[in-house]
């Protein structure tokens, strides 16, 4: 079991770079298997419940990236001289949209399973009091996924209640009340840390972060992946030169398979507090 | 020396037109109990925000004048340095808490406070006796109650050792019951500790006979009088001070020990009963309706009947099922057992107005309104919706959405709302009835549902386990009778209505 939030942080980043750094959709399918067996212990765990935020977000670059690039070999039909979508829709675009939406989709993946394995008061305590500011924007950027998804929910349902459209068509009308909510939120909870006087000197710790040697091999692991990452890693992937994705290097192999190491041993996160609802 | 002192405060939000605080000059001793109450927007959050300095560092704006804490002046001194001396308690523990579970939360504060651990875990287990919040240490604050919530917010302000304690409406979210648990706690602290302490605080009948001094503030002018000349005066009281001012009684009892030597000679009568209700066609007809949550079971069973011209109250403990079933009435929510058959506009206001409100002025949101709802809000019709007060913004969503409406579902109408916007909410709920419309209306308000509804159901887990007029359901029980019924019985509900 992984202790330190540390460890969980560290494989969050190389899960990310590995995400965004080499889009090859070989590596994206196995580290969408490797996310999933890593999160697969915590899917009782409310954070898990995002998943479907990812795959929302998937399917909207794909659409976007169809719609609107002209480039491509491989034509799947013509539209005629239509404004913006007419013209050749071509499998490279849809490829590139479906590149960049399993990113997203391994985005919301693995902050999902950070939500589920960190808690906010860790990371808080984990941030020097130099950085009091950043941390009380981690502290905010987690506490904030879940209230704002519930904010627009009720702003929908506003919607609804006063009779007009609440479809998914009606989102770009939320965005500013959606906003709006957000940074009262944002300010309350703001006020909320300045009245607890978080930021006023040398914090102590209630509860210290205890090490064990398999945070360590997770750091060790992720911090392996990422170098072969950012170091070693071969030509990314790109639809518009070549649609067929390249056979993977070792290396960009290896540094996905790393990113399991948390899995070896996925009990989901102990705390003194239990959920007993 | 006093531990808190306001001299010749004047503040203006940034781009306000006039000030939320004018002039204020007052001072509070070691150990004093401070009621502060005045109508919705009069700046009452706004002067409690003063007193640890959120209010101007966080907030901006013109700040004239100086408030001292502990000998510290708020100008100098930001509200991180002042947590440790005085205890904010939000109005919304949600907005207050930061972590996810109840002894994190308790610890927040004094990690900030560099304490060692040894001090922080004799705090925490001190703060948990204090507040009994044994059973809940080991929550995720997320399950909790709202009552539950807000007790581990004293706690969490409780366990750095403030030299006071701020509470701003702490009881606004909560069913009578956990209003009572709340208070208690605060009366505890009082009594044991000799706490000093401020609480902003609409049901005034509990926490009136402890409080050493009443500050009125009404249009950012601050009345600081002593408990029995305020009440006297007006504003929010309890009921027993009504009955005694038309009884004539002096001195002026400010609860129910003081009062009941002086109503034995009252309540000799017995009321009669008001004609039956429920002569208006049916508008709603419920039939075993039910609904379970993954969790647990919301509404079950239930059978009503919803007429034109009544008012009903629908009560009951927080989590008891009141919201699903408006839910269900109110068409968000999809009936998985029963049958529901409703005729006209049937319109549902929540409990969190804000979310109804995103026009840019109140002018806006009224679009398209007649002319008798928009009349009420022509001083606020250039006004941005949310920069009103919590109840100007309730009043706001109750016409933007119920206006027109043949069956009105209000879920906590008057929660934040000073005693003049109930009244003129029962007057306009009345009227509405009176011109054949149906309202079914969540409320944890005991006073007002007597005041306002002719009809009052009771749940419990899901059922409605009672249901008639409110001289029936509201008399003699422990948790949903008003404070003239427990001090006379026999079917008293109102001060106004008991013969003198």
Known sequence: ?????????????????????????????????????????????????????????????????????????????????????????????????????????????????????????????????????????????????????????????????????????????????????????????????????????????????????????????????????????PQPYNPYLDLAPSLPSAASLLSILLLATPALRGTPRMDHATNRA | ???????????????????????????????????????????????????????????????AGRVTVCGLDTRVHLPRELGA????????????????????????????????RGVMRKRIEETIDQVGINALRHRRIATLSGGERQRVAIAAALAM??????????????????????????????????????????????????????WTIDAGRLQDQAPREAVAEGGARPPVVDLALRAGWSPIPLGLRDARVRAQSLAAAIPDNPPADGAGTVIARLDRLGYSYPSARAVEDVSLTLRRGQVTALMGRNGSGKTTLLRLIGGTLRPQRGRLHSEGRVAYVPQDADALLFAATVRDELRGQPEDVIAPFQAWLPRYPRDLSAGERQQLAIAVVAGQADLLLLDEPTRGLDPVVKKALTSFLRLRAASGAAMLIATHDVEWAARTANRVLLMADGEVYADGPPRTVLSDSLVFATQINKLLGRGWLLPEEVPI
Request: glycine share 8%; with cysteine.
């Open chain 1, 1 to 233: 079991m992984i202790r330190h939030p540390l460890a969980w942080c560290v494989w969050g980043i190389a899960g990310l770079c590995a995400a965004f750094i080499d889009r090859n959709p070989l590596l994206q399918v196995l580290l969408v298997l490797v996310v999933i067996n890593v999160g697969l212990p915590h899917r009782r765990n409310p954070a898990m419940r995002h998943w479907k935020i990812g795959l929302a977000l998937a399917v909207v670059p794909i659409l976007f990236s169809a719609a609107l690039s002209r480039f491509g070999r491989h034509v799947i039909f013509t539209l005629p001289g239509i404004p913006i979508v007419g013209g050749a829709w071509s499998w490279e675009a849809v490829a590139y949209g479906a590149s960049t939406g399993v990113a997203l989709l391994l985005t919301v993946a693995v902050f999902a399973t950070l939500q589920a394995n960190v808690r906010s008061a860790d990371l808080v305590a984990l941030l020097p009091r130099s950085l009091y500011r950043t941390g009380t924007v981690f502290a905010l950027s987690l506490a904030f996924a879940p209230k704002t998804i519930a904010s627009f929910q009720a702003l929908l349902e506003a919607r609804r209640l006063r009779g007009q459209r609440a479809g998914w068509r009606s989102a770009p009308g939320l965005v500013v009340p959606l906003l709006l909510t957000m940074l009262e939120q944002a300010l309350q909870y703001g006020e909320s840390l300045d009245a607890r006087g978080y930021g006023s000197g040398r914090r102590s710790h209630y509860r210290p972060l205890g090490w064990s040697l398999f945070d360590g091999f997770v750091i060790w692991a992720s911090l392996t992946s990422l170098i072969l990452d950012l170091v070693l890693s």
């Open chain 2, 161 to 214: 050792h403030p030299a006071a304690l701020v509470l701003d409406e702490p009881t606004s979210q909560l069913d009578p019951q956990a209003a009572e648990d709340v208070l208690q706690v605060v009366l505890r602290l009082v009594a044991d500790l000799g706490m000093t302490t401020v609480i902003a605080e609409h049901r005034v009948e509990r926490i009136a006979p402890f409080v050493d001094r009443i």
């Open chain 2, 1 to 63: 020396m006093p531990l808190i002192a306001l001299e010749g405060v004047r503040y203006r939000y940034p781009e306000a037109d006039g000030p939320a605080l004018d002039g204020i000059t007052t001072a509070v001793e070691p150990g004093q109990v401070i009621l502060l109450r005045g109508p919705s927007g009069s700046g009452k959050s706004t002067l409690l925000r003063c007193l640890n300095g959120l209010v101007p560092h966080s907030t901006g704006g013109d700040f």
């Open chain 2, 85 to 116: 001396r005085i205890g904010f308690v939000f109005q919304h523990p949600d907005a207050q808490f930061v972590l996810e579970d109840v002894e994190a939360e308790l610890a927040f504060g004094l990690e900030n406070l560099g304490l060692d």
